[in-house]
């Protein structure tokens, strides 16, 4: 399981290096995420991603943070197909019309989230100080 953590994490964080390098990479996605199909994907991914990180959160550094997202993840990915498609469009629209600021804080935020991830799996769980 650790090691499909980190697949995730390295994920995330290359998401965030090229909202920063080439967003409109990014944007040629959306026509095949912005589907009934494509949501029900990315629910699923959320769902699985989520329990993987519950499932590895005893053998880390921060085992309760990691459960904490990884629930987060998961209602997430429940949640995904019941917003639906229309709303889903309109949000990404609000998104591209706020601009770089946005994308940057949004990559900023992945970056963050995926190298925080890699810290508390790669790490294992530390040994407690008896002074």
Do not use: C, N
Not at 14 to 26: H, K, S
Not at 48 to 70: D, E, F, K, Q
């Amino acid at each position: 399981m650790k090691p499909l953590a980190l697949l995730f994490a390295f994920l995330i964080i290359a998401i965030g290096a090229v909202l920063v390098v080439a967003p409109d990479r990014v944007m040629m996605a959306r026509p095949y995420l912005l589907t009934p199909i494509g949501l029900y994907g990315i629910g699923a991914l959320r769902v699985g991603m989520g329990l993987v990180l519950i499932a590895v959160a005893t053998a880390s550094r921060t085992p309760r943070a990691l459960r904490v997202l990884g629930v987060v993840l998961v209602v997430a990915g429940l949640m995904t197909p019941v917003v639906g498609v229309e709303r889903t469009e309109h949000i990404a629209d609000w998104a591209m019309a706020q601009g770089s600021r946005l994308r940057w804080g949004v990559a900023a935020m992945l970056m963050g989230l995926g190298s925080f991830i890699v810290f508390a799996v790669a790490g294992g769980r530390r040994a407690a100080r008896s002074d």
